[in-house]
């Protein structure tokens, strides 16, 4: 009498690299990566290989992949849910298609995936494609604490309240947050640096507004009183503290 032996069924991981110094990779987060099959590699603009990414980069500072499929996944940054839905899509399949034979996949990504990471957009497409598939998050030091962090300022103490929003906000409503929130951490605001800074110096912020860019990277920038920051073009990894007392 034979019996059927169920072929088996890879796992899925989103794993958190941290903000950029390799030394804030967790010790899970190495271990799931060496022994994935494939490491998942997010890729936002067209052209851009797998070795250019900020993500990989850090991996490999701390793990041989020599032998492992990088597997790129194009996720590019737009608005357009058109776009955004056929790329998750494909993304998804390929990602399926490991599973479905087998193979460990490691999406890694910068910070942490569940803090405005792609990988959670993934993740119920592929289960769509894989129910029988495991999903497992493993959490990395985000930007947000990094900044924090680099900058030794306090994200909350006692009964404080902490807002953190992406870059898609009006400056009416950051006004309303900065007098509502003990502190507001605004990312990705390369696009209106100057104009948050303005804002910020006229009500009074500035020496409580700290400038983060580039956190855990050799060229790392904080400037704790923005009133002091350059004109310059700034990095889209770059981040405003601003604490209210």
Not at 91 to 101: F, H, N, W
Request: glycine share 8%.
């Amino acid at each position: 009498m034979s019996s059927m032996v169920a072929e088996r069924i890879g796992l899925f991981y989103g794993v958190g690299v941290g903000p950029g110094d390799p030394e804030l990779l967790t010790l899970k987060a190495l271990r799931i990566i060496k022994a994935a099959g494939a490491i998942a590699v997010p890729i936002s603009k067209e052209g851009i290989r797998a070795e250019q990414s900020r993500a990989l980069k850090v991996v490999g500072q701390e793990a041989d992949l020599a032998g492992t499929e990088l597997l790129e996944l194009f996720l590019p940054m737009t608005k357009d849910a058109s776009v955004l839905e056929s790329s998750r899509t494909i993304a998804a399949g390929k990602v399926a298609e490991r599973l479905s034979s087998g193979i460990d996949v490691a999406f890694i990504t910068i910070g942490d995936p569940m803090l405005y990471s792609t990988f959670s957009y993934l993740v119920p497409l592929v289960q769509k494609l894989v129910p029988e598939a495991g999903m497992h998050v493993v959490p990395g030091v985000s930007s947000v604490n990094a900044a924090a962090a680099a900058s030794s300022v306090p994200l909350a103490e006692s009964g404080e309240k902490v807002l953190v929003v992406p870059a898609a906000y009006s400056i009416e409503e950051l006004k309303r947050w900065i007098e509502e929130f003990d502190t507001v951490v605004l990312m990705k605001i390369f696009r209106k640096v100057d104009e948050l800074v303005e804002l910020l110096t006229a009500s009074g912020c500035a020496k409580r507004t700290v400038f983060v860019s580039k956190v855990g990277w050799p060229d790392e920038v904080v400037v704790t009183d923005i009133s002091r920051l350059e004109v310059a073009e700034h990095d889209y990894f770059s981040m405003l503290i601003v604490r209210r007392g």
